[in-house]
């Protein structure tokens, strides 16, 4: 039994390991000429192929990422901007209708309402674009359990202030206080998801290591393609190989067809930035700003002297800034913007100086009257046609960035099988030549 086992060891030793063989034809085709073509032949296809799988696979990365772009996460910066405005333009608006006493203004009574159904619209919009456990889902969930709460609020405030109850100042406080200390913070994060989101979203439509990827491949193609030739040239003695010149040609289409692609892309979302998002997300934290500063007014109008939030309204002029370098792209309406914030501003020191002297009646009188009213809305009128004006700049350059994309998807694949097709027959062509 030894004996056999030591006959058998030998065998057992000899086998070469498939690896290891293949290693050694591999090798052996290294040593003439007709192998060296061979492998290089195998670079060549290996090398187009692999460009054509990461052209086609970096294509459609940029593709999925600027229709998400313009799909998703600026749709839902928009929704969370309408949630947060809404809720602030409620605040506002209840508030205003309360200093009416009684039965309050059908104008006033049906802006609120509007701005109730606008944010859940928008709270139903925005539960479509995220994940229910994601935390975007939650902050959405949570709003609209909150907001119905502050509509509940509100309305007990109305019902006791139609019967002349003081009661009704308390009820409209706490449904401020909810909408302020708990809806907007919860608005606001909703609106700093998104834009954190958005700016993801920006950085999978570059696909930037996809990009660095292929210029590696394209820069190895090329030289392989370009040394195949010079070999052949000095072994064969011929100047041109004819299918290869296209093989490479097609290349050069390839990549020139993909850098005009991408750049074109790359400049329309910079400008997609640059001209829709930014300004979008400045112009929407200004108008909350002016929002909060016409609900502090009117609050501090309704407690009578109970409380004064008149420091909150200066927290919130003191933050408006219409020299914010994101509204460089919205300046015409900016400026007109701050020339009706100015005009406001005087009439609500005129509001003040008037409550404070005792004049209660004439204070609520302006703070709700008509030219006031008409100042107000003017300002928030012309914030919003700003909003409008940038969101459609973001969407054309959003379609403008996605342009070429698919057609590249297919394009470069096609085209690098194309060239793998020319490299076989002008490599092959010499082969012939040695049997």
């Known amino acids: 039994m030894t004996t056999a086992l030591a006959h058998r060891s030998p065998a057992t030793s000899s086998t070469t390991p498939p690896v290891d063989g293949l290693l050694r034809r591999v090798g052996h085709l290294r040593h003439h000429s007709p192998g060296r073509l061979q492998l290089i032949l195998a670079a060549l296809l290996a090398l187009s192929l692999l460009t054509g799988l990461v052209a086609g696979l970096t294509a459609h990365a940029a593709s999925s990422g600027t229709t998400d772009l313009g799909s ?161 040239s000095r072994t064969t003695h011929r100047t041109f190989n004819i299918p290869l010149v296209a093989a490479t040609a097609l290349i050069g289409v390839l990549v020139v067809l993909t850098g005009g692609i991408f750049a074109n892309q790359r400049a329309h979302l910079a400008a997609a930035d640059a001209e829709g998002s930014r300004p979008v997300a400045a112009l929407a934290e200004l108008r909350i700003l002016m929002l909060s500063e016409r609900a502090d007014e009117a609050l501090t109008l309704a407690a009578r002297g109970a409380a004064d939030h008149e420091a909150d309204f200066t927290t919130a002029r003191d ?30 020191d005129q509001v003040r100086r008037l409550n404070e002297g005792g004049d209660y009646e004439g204070a609520v009188k302006l703070a709700i009257g008509e030219q006031t009213s008409k100042r107000f809305t003017d300002l928030t009128a012309t914030m919003d046609a700003a909003i409008d004006e940038r969101t459609d700049a973001f969407t054309g350059q959003v379609e403008d960035a996605g342009a070429g994309l698919g057609l590249l998807t297919v394009l470069g694949p096609l085209l690098a099988l194309a060239a793998c097709a020319l490299s076989v027959i002008g490599i092959r062509a010499r082969l012939e030549e040695y049997r």
């Open 72 to 232: 998703r996460a600026q749709p839902l910066l928009a929704e969370s901007e309408q949630i947060y405005t809404s809720l602030a333009d409620a605040d506002t608006t209840a508030a205003q209708a309360f200093l009416a006493g009684g039965l309050e203004p059908a104008e006033l009574t049906r802006r609120y309402e509007d701005d109730l159904a606008r944010a859940g619209t928008a709270l139903t919009r925005a539960a479509r674009l995220v994940p229910a456990d994601s935390e975007a889902g939650k902050a959405v969930e949570a709003l609209s359990t909150g907001l119905a709460r502050y509509a509940a609020l509100v309305a007990t405030a109305r019902a006791t202030n139609r019967q002349g109850l003081p009661i009704g100042a308390s009820y409209l406080s706490t449904a401020s206080q909810l909408n302020r200390d708990t809806l907007q913070p919860q608005a606001q994060q909703l609106f700093r998801t998104a834009g954190a989101e958005l700016g993801d979203s920006y950085g999978a439509a570059r696909s930037s290591w996809w990009l660095m990827l292929l210029l590696v491949l394209f820069v190895g193609l090329g030289v392989a393609l370009f040394w195949t030739q010079a070999y052949l």
């Open 319 to 348: 933050a408006i800034d219409f020299n914010d370098p994101r509204l460089s792209h919205a300046r015409a309406q900016v400026f007109e913007a701050a020339r009706l914030h100015r005009e406001y501003l005087t009439l609500h």
